[in-house]
């Protein structure tokens, strides 16, 4: 929904509207459809230039799945996706090509995603092969200058990644995505397999390459203390949908969604003057239902301590309640209510727990 008034479409370098993929469950002997993990299901929302998108929410909620559609690594359901003003929905592998340049992934596995068989030249040289470029000056020199560029030394190109640190594996990922110098970089987790005390150095490097290149990023994790240093907008995802999307500032003094709100009660409070005091920390109860048959209504509702009557019947649409700042909710946190005086869900705040520390 880009009924956000701040919303400036030659700003966008990627624009997605109700984005849709539902991976089909085929059963029984003749394979047939008997239903669908909606795993995204109807997503709006625009990546500006120069920005920093952050993705956030619990595992199974449909974040790389959304980061695989807007890549292009998947097929969309349905909905369309915009780079740069073209709509690239559809486009075959010819058409992609150009594409691949510009737009590159980072994942979560640093391992995973890098052939053991390969030296880490060829691995960070292969984008090159691929796209059949060559680089000034030659690939090699190409190479060293991007191991560098992302802090790891340039002689060790002959070597192999089982030799590197998880740290310095995730760099090798990084210097490979930036071989072609992308527009967008779509980061899976980057730092989510790697040890605490690496993660922020790992995220600096991020940080810093981006002002560096003018790199464009969207960075999905599944908590907020990795992505709310890098942020400057933070979209909030549950059950395949944007519950909330807002820039940083506005999301973390003022959040709208009672789930944003649970998600940020969840991070401890490093501010040694609140330790002790009661932290109001909301430990949502229950599971993530199933996104084969989310719930009716506000699929946050068999969850939620606010629910109402109304929640369990509409799907609240994602509305700009503040300059910059949307919601998808009946009665959101510090916003007017939308749907005042409708009655409440029996039990509906027996869903949520408050702790002191
Ligand atoms: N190829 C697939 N086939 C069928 N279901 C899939 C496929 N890929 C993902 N899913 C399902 O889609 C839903 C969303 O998955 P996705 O991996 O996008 O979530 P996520 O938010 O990235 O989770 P995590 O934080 O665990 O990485 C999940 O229920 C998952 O099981
Ligand atoms: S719409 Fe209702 S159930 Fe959904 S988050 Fe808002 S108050 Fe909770
Ligand atoms: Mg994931």
Redesign the pocket.
Known sequence: MSENPETNTEDALLKVTGLVKH?PINKGLLRRQAGA?K??DGIDFEVRRGETLGIV??????????GRLITRLLEPTDGRIEFEGKDITHLGVAGMRPLRRDVQMIF?DPYGSLNPRHTVGTIVGAPFRLQKVTPEGGLKAEVQRLLSLVGLNPEHFNRYPHEFSGGQRQRIGIARALALKPKLVVA??PVSALDVSIQAQVVNLLDDLQEELGLTYVI?A?DLSVIRHVSDRIAV?YL?KIVELADRKSLYEAPMHPYTTALMSAVPVPDPRRRGAKSGRILLKGDVPS?ISPPAGCRFHTRCWKATEMCTKVDPPLVALKTGHQVACHHPENAPDQAPGDPALPGATEAVATATE
Request: aromatic letters at 4%; hydrophobic letters at 30%; glycine letters at 18%.
């Open positions: 991976f993990v795993a995204v929410g619990e595992s199974g909620c449909g974040k790389s799945t959304m979560q899976d987790e999905i599944h995802m395949g996104p």
